[in-house]
Structures are given as structure tokens and as C-alpha cells.
């Protein structure tokens, strides 16, 4: 059996979907004759456990976990309790002096991320490790970054196949421009992100224009391999038609819910829908499953809805499946940056194999719009068009189709074929 050496920060216990690709994918590694060795920090700084996704973990993979030292922990101790509750700390909605230094310290001294450290102790293990226990292939997937200069290093002293897999943009992320750069720290990001880029002998994207972006950049070969679900966690859902259930509207999120994707028309029309309709309004239930903001949670309560709304945390990765196949409709906001028309969420696809009608908030002409009209799965508003999120909430929707093409071990394949 071949062998493939995973460089991630993400993996069981850590939850969300930057440990799923890679559980996913080795997951079904061995079904093509690869053996996975992961290589993942044993101490790091996460916010949700999720020891469900470790039975997705093959028995033949090797799991090597090291030490890592990382200032987060840190951070969530001198912010206030409203600040730390940010989905994201790196978003432009995170006003507060503590933000904005956290964004400049995070920026300025941590290149490319605050996970940096890792690196030189990382590579001397691994240069040792390798020397005795040799594989065939390395594969670093980031965010965060610091991943692939791993790879970029251990690829200049080995010559090993290195594949770089970006699950986001680097300097191209919708946050990048917050980060309060100097000259020289942007100068710096740019300049490791062309070395990876160029040292690394094929790259990821997981969307079709992060990775036209990329290709304008580099030689270095540029694959297109999206997140995806595993059919394993839907087997009822395929071809199950999405009834409404008579009395009752379930509208159900699932992962992170950052503030400045707050679908605020969205609000402002299940409003107007619970005055108009009493029954509707008995009926409603709006069901968040995974991290949110509190500013979206307050949205929620102005405009009357607290007796509709369900704030359920975050939740084993099974459990939330079970939330997206019982919803009569499933929302899929989008943050409000502009570089974000280019990112497919990893709930999408999940979204897409529930069977379910996804009603998008977000760029009508984004990647993700694209999905959706491509898998007649649901439709993308601009965040501002209530009146056609109320209209769509109010039709009849049919069954996504072509959606076979997601599946994980489809994925896994394409991965094969680069590999």
C-alpha cells in the first residue's frame, strides 16, 4: 500500500468543516490502495469537540500528533466574553480596540498566521521521521497557512511529492484586508504565498475562481477539487422529495453564523410572515445548529422572533445532518465582502445531499449561486431582497439533481488521479 503523509492542524476531536475534508478523504484513501499518515498538533487551540468524526478515521491510518505552542488561548482570556463570541475575530464586524489590535498583532507578527511556530519543530520531526519511514506522496491542506511551509520545506530538503490543497485564499481572503498590514508584512504574505505556490508540485482549489486565481499565478499545476458529503451520512435522502409538513416551517442553519453575513431582510420578512399568518407563526421555528454571533442572535429577538428561535450550539457532526434532513428549508447566508463570491461553503454540499430547498443570501452571481442553479437545489438573493426570500419560501421546490458529482468518494478519486 502506498503511503500519503496529511499535514493539517485540523483533526478529531476538532469539529467543523476544515477537519472533515481530510477525515473524508481518508476515509476512502484506502479503498484506492493509500494507507494516510496524519501528522496534526496533539494540543490545539479549538473551540468545539467532535469525537463522532474520529469513526470516520480509518483503522490503517497512522495518526502522528506534536506539540504545538499558539497565542489564541491567550487572547480569548484578555478579551471581553461579547468580543471572544465572534465566530470570526478577523472579520471587519469585530470593532472593539481588542479586534482591531488582535487583527494588527495577528497580522503584523504572525506570518502567515499565529500557528507559525510550528513550523521549524515540525520539520525537524518530520526530516527524521521520513528518513525511516519513508512515503510516497505529501499532501499540507490550510488554512492555516503555516501547513504548506511545512510542505514547501520538506519538499526543498527531500524532494518528496508535495501537493499544496487550499480549503480558503491566502492574500485573496475576504479578511485579508482587515488584517491592518504594514508594507512589509504584506510584502511577506505575498512572498511565501508565491513560494508555495510555485515550490509545490500541484495545487488545490476547492472553487472554480480561487483556483483561476491561483493558475494566474503560478506554473505549478491547479486542480479544482471541492469540498463535498459523504453519501454514508445521507442514506435515506437521495431522491426523497422535500414535503412541507402541514402546521409547521422549519428554517435551520447549520456550521458558523458570522455577523457580517446577518441576513437581516430574511428577518425582516419571517416578521411580516408571523403577522400576517398566526398559524405560520405557531408553526415557526428557526433552528441554529453551530457557532453564531450574537449579534445575529439579537437580530433574531428585535424583530420578535425569540419565541421561533431555537439556538442549539454546536453539535456533533451527526447530529447536524439529522437537523438538515428535517428542515423544510435550509439557509445558506454569505458574508458581505466581496471577495467572498468566489468561496463555496462546506455547507453546501451537505445542503445538497439533504434533499432539501436552500434558500441563499448572498451574491446572485457568486461560485455558490452557481452550485445552486447548476443542482436546481434552491436560488441566491441579494441580501437587501426580502420580498423575493418571502416568495421563495412561499413556492414549491423539487429535488436537487446532479449532486453524485460531491460525494466524497468521488472526491477521493479525482484526489487519486492527481496523486
Known amino acids: 500500500m502506498r503511503r500519503l503523509l496529511v499535514v493539517t492542524y485540523y483533526w478529531p476531536p476538532s469539529g467543523g468543516s476544515g477537519v472533515q475534508r481530510w477525515v473524508k478523504f481518508c476515509k476512502y484513501l484506502p479503498q484506492f490502495g493509500w494507507q494516510p499518515v496524519v501528522f496534526t498538533p496533539s494540543n490545539p ?44 475575530p478577523l472579520s471587519s464586524s469585530n470593532s472593539s480596540l481588542s479586534g482591531r489590535l488582535f487583527r494588527a498583532i495577528r497580522g503584523n507578527l504572525f506570518i502567515p498566521d499565529p500557528r507559525v511556530s510550528w513550523v521549524r519543530p515540525s ?54 484586508k482587515h488584517l491592518g498590514l504594514t508594507r512589509f508584512a504584506d510584502r511577506r504574505h ?42 454514508d451520512d445521507f442514506p435515506e435522502c437521495q431522491g426523497v422529495s422535500p414535503a412541507r409538513r402541514e402546521g409547521s416551517f422549519t428554517l435551520v442553519h447549520t456550521g458558523l453564523f458570522a455577523a457580517d453575513g446577518n441576513p437581516l431582510r430574511l428577518w425582516d420578512g419571517l416578521a411580516l410572515m408571523c403577522r400576517e399568518d398566526e398559524a405560520f407563526a ?15 442572535l439579537d437580530s433574531i429577538r428585535e424583530r420578535g422572533l425569540e419565541r421561533n428561535l431555537d439556538d442549539l450550539g454546536y453539535l456533533p457532526h451527526s447530529e447536524t445532518v439529522l437537523e438538515q434532513r428535517s428542515a423544510d428549508m435550509l439557509i445558506l447566508p454569505l ?20 434533499g432539501r430547498p436552500i434558500l441563499g443570501i448572498g451574491q446572485p452571481d457568486g461560485a455558490a449561486a452557481a452550485v445552486l442553479e447548476s443542482c436546481g437545489a434552491g436560488r441566491m438573493f441579494d441580501w437587501e431582497d426580502g420580498a423575493g426570500m418571502v416568495g421563495f419560501m412561499r413556492s414549491p421546490h423539487g429535488i436537487p439533481h446532479g449532486t453524485d458529482m460531491y460525494s466524497r468518494r468521488r472526491l477521493t478519486e479525482k484526489l487519486i488521479e492527481l496523486l
Open 282 to 296: 405557531s408553526g415557526l421555528r428557526i433552528r441554529l445548529a453551530g457557532r453564531t454571533d450574537a449579534q445575529i
Open 45 to 88: 487551540d479549538i473551540q468545539a469537540e467532535d469525537y463522532s468524526l474520529g469513526a470516520d478515521v480509518p483503522s490503517c491510518a497512522e495518526v502522528i500528533r506534536r506539540p504545538i505552542l499558539e497565542p489564541y488561548s491567550l487572547y480569548r482570556r484578555l478579551v471581553p466574553h461579547r468580543s471572544a463570541a465572534q465566530v470570526n
Open 123 to 176: 520539520v525537524k520531526f518530520l526530516l527524521e521521521y521520513l528518513a525511516g519511514h519513508p512515503v510516497d506522496a505529501v499532501v499540507t491542506t490550510g488554512p492555516p497557512h503555516s501547513m504548506h511551509l511545512i510542505g514547501l520545506e520538506l519538499k526543498r530538503r527531500t524532494g518528496v511529492r508535495w501537493i499544496a490543497d487550499f480549503r480558503d485564499p491566502w492574500t485573496e481572503m475576504f479578511y485579508y
Open 335 to 354: 458574508r458581505r465582502e466581496p471577495e467572498y463570491s468566489k468561496v463555496l461553503p462546506g455547507k453546501i454540499f451537505e445542503y445538497l445531499a439533504s
Open 190 to 231: 505575498h512572498s511565501l504565498e508565491q513560494q508555495v505556490l510555485d515550490g509545490a508540485d500541484a495545487v488545490i482549489a476547492v472553487s472554480p475562481p480561487v483556483r483561476d486565481d491561483f493558475a494566474a499565478k503560478t506554473r505549478t499545476p491547479v486542480y479544482l477539487i471541492t469540498n463535498g458529503f459523504d453519501e
